[in-house]
């Protein structure tokens, strides 16, 4: 049988390289927060012992999604109904229960402050933002060459600034940042591509990009309107987007290289004061102690 195959000729085809997937949130912002901690739970995969910030993260972006759901009648009510501070109530137990079976937990004050945000949320945006929200949820990714960029827009809400105008939105389980912190402009980069991803997807710019902080819904009293820096506005100037694209594309080069060299450099930037003291490297992390955060060990 072998003789009837002897002159037969293979040409040879050089291995194509595959490109990664890089993640706007799970992988560029992680590692520009802290370069150390995503080296060592997002690339070698080691299993945090504490997760309170997926947690909260995870709670009010599932039950916010939830509430969109609910308004637009696809979870067995009439549409153009407004959740009540009981549906908030069952959503959150439905996400904490999922997250519970993947050993995701955190303390009663956390939950409970998760809990109080999202019914304020939902009683003082839900009659003016649900009617507006187009889609919730939106993939976006884009071919950068050498990778491919993606990303998760929360919302979309039809604008009032023109005929099929569209905004994008985000939601940030955390307090607005001050425009000298490092998150600031982290967060600002991430609208920016984000508004790039959905032009290159739709071939339309959005309208706006919008940041909501959902943490200044937070305290006592609670509001009863929106307070002033729950919400920000992000430019989308082109020079501004490119710049943003310029440093996404900048930190993943940096990536492939720590990748390349198994070599994760400490971060030249000090964390929030919320990674550090979550992060399961604190007792043993040289650039803590750089940026003058000192854990010591505690013993049981």
């Keep these: 049988m072998w003789q009837n195959f002897q002159f037969l000729q293979v040409g040879f085809n050089p291995p194509v390289p595959s490109r990664r997937r890089y993640s706007v949130t799970a992988d560029i912002l992680a590692y520009q927060q802290c370069s150390l901690q995503y080296g060592a739970f997002a690339v070698r995969r080691y299993e945090p012992a504490l997760v309170v910030q997926l947690f909260y993260g995870t709670v009010i972006h599932q039950v916010l999604d939830r509430a969109h759901a609910h308004y637009r009648g696809e979870l067995g009510v009439p549409p153009g109904n407004l959740p009540t ?49 187009i889609d919730t949820e939106c993939r976006l990714q884009a071919d950068q060459g050498q990778y491919i960029l993606h990303g998760n827009v929360d919302v979309l809400i039809a604008s009032n600034v023109g005929a099929n105008a569209v905004e994008i939105w985000d939601y940030k389980g955390a307090s607005r940042p001050s425009v000298g912190d490092p ?87 000090a964390p929030t004061i919320a990674t550090c003291n979550a992060c399961d490297l604190r007792w043993n992390c040289q650039a803590a102690v750089g940026f003058g955060r000192n854990y010591p060990l505690i013993y049981p």
Excluded: H
């Excluded at 079976?101 to 945006?125: P, T």
């Design 85 to 133: 501070d009981n549906d908030i109530e069952n959503y959150f137990t439905e996400v904490e229960n999922a997250l519970i079976a993947r050993r995701i937990r955190a303390v009663q004050s956390v939950r409970d402050q998760a809990k109080s945000i999202l019914k304020r949320f939902n009683s003082i945006e839900g009659p003016t933002l649900y009617p507006r929200i």
């Design 183 to 269: 998150d600031y402009q982290r967060y600002v980069f991430q609208m920016q591509v984000y508004a790039d991803l959905y032009r290159q997807k739709t071939g339309v710019v959005p309208a706006k990009a919008v940041l909501y902080f959902l943490n200044d819904l937070a305290g006592d009293p609670a509001p009863t309107s929106r307070p002033v820096n729950a919400l920000l506005e992000v430019n989308l100037d082109p020079p501004a987007v490119q710049q943003a694209l310029q440093s996404f594309g900048q930190t993943v080069q940096q990536i492939e290289t720590c990748r390349a060299s198994r070599n994760w450099a400490a971060p030249t930037v």
